[in-house]
């Protein structure tokens, strides 16, 4: 694989005050890269951070990324700023744990809001500065839960499938432009996802579901023994970024790659299962 100029560059990250977008921020700043951080609340990102920032490489921006004129702006501003943009993550999410017939049709538009919308809004904005850079590269963070669903989960595995899908049609979109395009699906990260704070439950639960009941529960005690290192989950992106080629899909964590596997090996064998009847709806051949 070959390596671009970035190293690490200018960089646009969403989702920034905890987790991983806030560990990104850290490794950048360290290594010297410019970073345009997006967050709900800019104060809550800068006390996460604490002393000894250099604030003349941060632009922290309170942003609601479904609302597509602080979008934009939150865009110019960092390119007015550092002149240009080398990678933009599109990083910000929360989980939902509830049986699909738990939530609400607010419980989908907000997530639909944040994991498709908001990650459009960004696109939107960032790949015109790019292709006329003809150069740059966009990262998603996905899940490996975009890649395979387990109950419980079908809400948040419903953004992360449709943000798989427009990832895909957007690298063949944007390659002719130098434009790279990078899907992250992270296993279990030690972060803060599972707890109170980036977890929503549904405001009524059914009877009807002790598996899921079990399921939440377990999540909950999981949280603070999670397989992956959101540190090591940081330096592996910013190396992917420095790549100019690699595979669309960065799976993180033994975890993910376990469960990409099995579904991968179950999509193999539903394809052979279906594979004599699939021409019967065909035309016949002229």
């Given at each position: 694989m070959s390596s671009t100029a970035v190293s690490p560059g200018t960089w646009f990250v969403t989702g920034t005050s905890r987790g991983l977008g806030l560990e990104l921020v850290r490794q950048l700043l360290a290594q010297g890269g410019n970073v345009a951080a997006t967050t709900r609340s800019a104060e809550r990102l800068t006390a996460a951070l604490g002393e000894g920032v250099d604030t003349g490489r941060l632009l922290p921006l309170t942003v609601d990324l479904t609302d597509e004129a602080q979008v934009k702006d939150a865009v110019g501003r960092a390119v007015e700023r550092?002149?240009?943009?080398?990678?933009?993550?599109?990083?910000?999410?929360?989980?939902?744990?509830?049986?699909?017939?738990?939530?609400?049709?607010?419980?989908?538009?907000?997530?639909?809001?944040?994991?498709?919308?908001?990650?459009?809004?960004?696109?939107?904005?960032?790949?015109?500065?790019?292709?006329?850079?003809?150069?740059?590269?966009?990262?998603?963070?996905?899940?490996?839960?975009?890649?395979?669903?387990v109950p419980g989960w079908a809400l948040y595995c419903a953004g992360k499938f449709a943000l798989e899908g427009l990832t895909e049609a957007l690298a063949a979109e944007v390659e002719g432009f130098g434009i790279?395009?990078?899907?992250?699906?992270?296993?279990?990260?030690?972060?803060?996802?599972?707890?109170?704070?980036?977890?929503?439950?549904?405001?009524?639960?059914?009877?009807?579901?002790?598996?899921?009941?079990?399921?939440?529960?377990?999540?909950?005690?999981?949280?603070?023994?999670?397989?992956?290192?959101?540190?090591?989950?940081?330096?592996?992106?910013?190396?992917?970024?420095?790549?100019?080629?690699?595979?669309?899909?960065?799976?993180?964590?033994?975890?993910?790659?376990?469960?990409?596997?099995?579904?991968?090996?179950?999509?193999?064998?539903?394809?052979?299962?279906?594979?004599?009847?699939?021409?019967a709806t065909d035309f016949p051949a002229a």
């Open positions: 550092f002149g240009r943009l080398d990678v933009v993550v599109n990083n910000a999410g929360y989980g939902f744990l509830a049986a699909l017939e738990e939530t609400s049709d607010k419980d989908v538009r907000d997530m639909l809001d944040v994991q498709v919308v908001g990650v459009w809004n960004v696109l939107r904005a960032v790949v015109p500065v790019l292709r006329e850079q003809r150069g740059g590269r966009i990262i998603n963070v996905s899940s490996v839960l975009g890649l395979t669903a790279k395009v990078t899907i992250v699906e992270p296993g279990y990260l030690r972060t803060s996802f599972l707890a109170s704070d980036s977890l929503a439950l549904p405001a009524e639960t059914s009877t009807h579901y002790p598996a899921v009941r079990a399921m939440v529960d377990d999540h909950i005690k999981l949280q603070g023994h999670q397989l992956g290192d959101p540190a090591k989950a940081a330096g592996a992106i910013i190396r992917r970024a420095r790549l100019d080629d690699g595979p669309l899909r960065q799976l993180l964590g033994s975890d993910a790659h376990a469960y990409a596997t099995a579904k991968v090996d179950a999509l193999r064998a539903n394809l052979d299962a279906t594979a004599a009847d699939a021409p």
